[in-house]
């Protein structure tokens, strides 16, 4: 089985920064695309980021020019540096990953985190 655990949450003021890390552990036989998700309270899980195996990422609208999405293929796992953080950020971020098991290689399915709150409030 897999693993995932995210971390870096926190409190900021507006206008502030955070690092959330994603590392997954167990026995992996690959990581295919790696992704961030979140969801505020009352409202529905939404994407907001992911980058693929190639390392290209893709962003949503919302948070486009402000957060950036890496992954280091060697470590396992993958992180969300938020800039210009905003109020309408606050939410419990998820991380997902498509990862296969050596019993099976060919199969890919999605292994999701427990999630990190962040709350951007003055």
């Known amino acids: 089985q897999v693993q995932v655990v995210e971390s870096g949450g926190g409190l900021v003021q507006p206008g502030g920064s955070l690092r959330l890390s994603c590392t997954a552990s167990g026995t992996i036989f690959s990581i295919g695309a790696m992704y961030w998700y979140r969801q505020a309270p009352g409202k529905e899980r939404e994407w907001v980021a992911h980058v693929l195996s190639s390392g290209e990422p893709n962003y949503a609208d919302s948070v486009l020019g402000r957060f950036t999405i890496s992954r280091d293929n060697a470590k396992n796992s993958v992180y969300l540096q938020m800039n210009s953080l905003k109020p309408e950020d606050t939410a419990v971020f998820y991380c997902?990953?498509?990862?296969?098991?050596?019993?099976?290689?060919?199969?890919?399915?999605?292994?999701w985190g427990q999630g990190t709150q962040v709350t951007v409030s003055p």
């Open positions: 997902m990953m498509d990862a296969s098991l050596p019993a099976r290689p060919w199969v890919e399915r999605q292994w």
